[in-house]
């Protein structure tokens, strides 16, 4: 176990590595912006406000609503493989999102989130459900689950947006990209500010939960109770992510695996280095497609997807070496 000086210094570390790509992320794009710009040219300093500083906090905030929501999934199905998009969270805010946009096509972007977050919590109840007639918890059996179930909504939600001309909404939203991005449209993503503190601040319950319900119940934890505040919260953010920035794989999954392969799984000590990591993770892959072919750009889902399922194949090696040694 790291000792306690040694994880602040490197959490410190961290966060001033995630500081520096935060300012590469207010200076990096298509429109040039210098800190020379600012002090002087109010069409630089115009744009900065308008588009870079939405853009940049967008970006963190939808790192920590996904990597939080990750840690709390794997925490209350005892699963390290677990995430919003590998439990079918997402893809049921999708299905929310598109009713939406069918039954009320002229709908403000906060009844598109109550319907994204609403399919959300239906959803997740819905997986936790099946797992718990599953007659095999392992490992690769309940991440398997979620994505039959994920993908059995994804096709429902294609058909639909077919039926009713929809599918380039669909695209939109399944890019996951954060070009468009602007001020007046990313506010409501501050909502997963008060989830991060909550889930800090009923940690310790969630560890326990991790244990098991006859564990965590001997303990003196509703386990049931538990479980729905954290379905709730998972869902709350993965619907108002979905409905902002769109469908981001693999970042809750990869980063509570690399932060607890380290620190072990205390959530609470963890959770700061799960937001960080999650954060410089994101902007990483955002900044990449914005470079590698610019002045275009690739969605940052993307670059997330690919990168992603490469770290997610090597912590299903290294556990299946884990296990077999």
């Given at each position: 176990?790291?000792?306690?000086?040694?994880?602040?210094?490197?959490?410190?570390?961290?966060?001033?590595?995630?500081?520096?790509?935060?300012?590469a992320?207010?200076?990096?794009?298509?429109?040039d912006?210098?800190?020379?710009?600012?002090?002087?040219?109010?069409?630089?300093?115009?744009m900065f406000?308008?588009?870079?500083?939405?853009?940049?906090?967008?970006?963190?905030f939808?790192?920590?609503?996904?990597?939080?929501?990750?840690?709390?999934?794997?925490?209350?199905?005892?699963?390290?493989?677990?995430e919003p998009?590998?439990?079918?969270?997402?893809?049921?805010?999708?299905?929310?999102?598109?009713?939406?946009?069918?039954?009320?096509?002229?709908?403000?972007?906060?009844?598109?989130?109550?319907?994204?977050?609403?399919f959300?919590?239906?959803?997740?109840?819905?997986?936790?459900?099946?797992?718990?007639?599953l007659?095999?918890?392992?490992?690769i059996?309940?991440?398997?689950?979620?994505?039959m179930?994920?993908?059995?909504?994804?096709?429902?939600?294609?058909?639909?947006?077919?039926?009713?001309?929809?599918?380039?909404?669909?695209?939109s939203?399944?890019?996951?990209g954060?070009?468009?991005?602007?001020?007046?449209?990313?506010?409501?993503?501050?909502?997963?500010?008060?989830?991060?503190?909550?889930?800090?601040?009923?940690?310790?319950?969630?560890?326990?939960?991790?244990?098991?319900?006859?564990?965590?119940?001997?303990?003196?934890?509703?386990?049931?109770?538990?479980?729905?505040?954290?379905?709730?919260m998972?869902?709350?953010?993965?619907?108002?992510?979905?409905v902002?920035?769109?469908?981001?794989?693999?970042?809750?999954?990869?980063?509570?695996?690399l932060?607890?392969?380290?620190?072990?799984?205390?959530?609470?000590?963890?959770?700061?280095?799960?937001?960080?990591?999650?954060?410089?993770?994101?902007?990483?892959?955002?900044?990449?497609?914005?470079?590698i072919?610019?002045?275009?750009?690739?969605?940052?889902?993307?670059?997330?997807?690919a990168?992603g399922?490469a770290?997610?194949?090597a912590?299903?090696?290294?556990?299946?070496?884990?296990v077999?040694?």
């Amino acid at each position: 176990m790291i000792p306690t000086t040694t994880r602040r210094i490197l959490l410190t570390a961290t966060v001033v590595g995630v500081g520096a790509l935060v300012v590469a992320s207010l200076l990096v794009g298509g429109y040039d912006i210098s800190l020379l710009g600012l002090l002087t040219d109010p069409a630089q300093r115009e744009m900065f406000l308008i588009s870079r500083v939405p853009r940049t906090l967008a970006l963190v905030f939808a790192a920590v609503a996904m990597s939080i929501s990750g840690v709390i999934m794997q925490m209350i199905t005892q699963n390290k493989f677990v995430e919003p998009t590998t439990a079918g969270t997402a893809q049921w805010a999708g299905l929310g999102l598109l009713v939406g946009l069918i039954l009320i096509p002229g709908a403000s972007p906060i009844v598109k989130m109550v319907l994204a977050c609403l399919f959300a919590f239906v959803g997740t109840g819905i997986f936790l459900a099946v797992l718990r007639r599953l007659a095999s918890r392992s490992s690769i059996i309940v991440p398997l689950v979620g994505i039959m179930l994920g993908a059995v909504v994804g096709a429902a939600t294609t058909y639909l947006a077919n039926s009713f001309g929809l599918l380039q909404s669909l695209a939109s939203w399944r890019s996951g990209g954060f070009s468009n991005i602007v001020r007046g449209f990313y506010e409501p993503l501050w909502i997963v500010s008060i989830i991060a503190v909550l889930a800090f601040v009923v940690a310790d319950r969630f560890t326990v939960a991790g244990l098991g319900k006859d564990l965590a119940t001997n303990a003196g934890v509703n386990y049931d109770r538990i479980v729905l505040l954290g379905v709730t919260m998972v869902a709350l953010a993965t619907g108002v992510t979905t409905v902002v920035v769109g469908f981001i794989p693999f970042l809750g999954l990869v980063v509570p695996n690399l932060v607890s392969m380290v620190l072990g799984d205390d959530l609470r000590k963890n959770l700061p280095w799960v937001a960080v990591v999650g954060v410089g993770l994101l902007l990483a892959c955002d900044l990449i497609g914005r470079l590698i072919v610019a002045p275009m750009e690739i969605p940052a889902s993307v670059v997330m997807g690919a990168i992603g399922a490469a770290l997610f194949i090597a912590i299903v090696l290294r556990q299946r070496r884990s296990v077999y040694a």
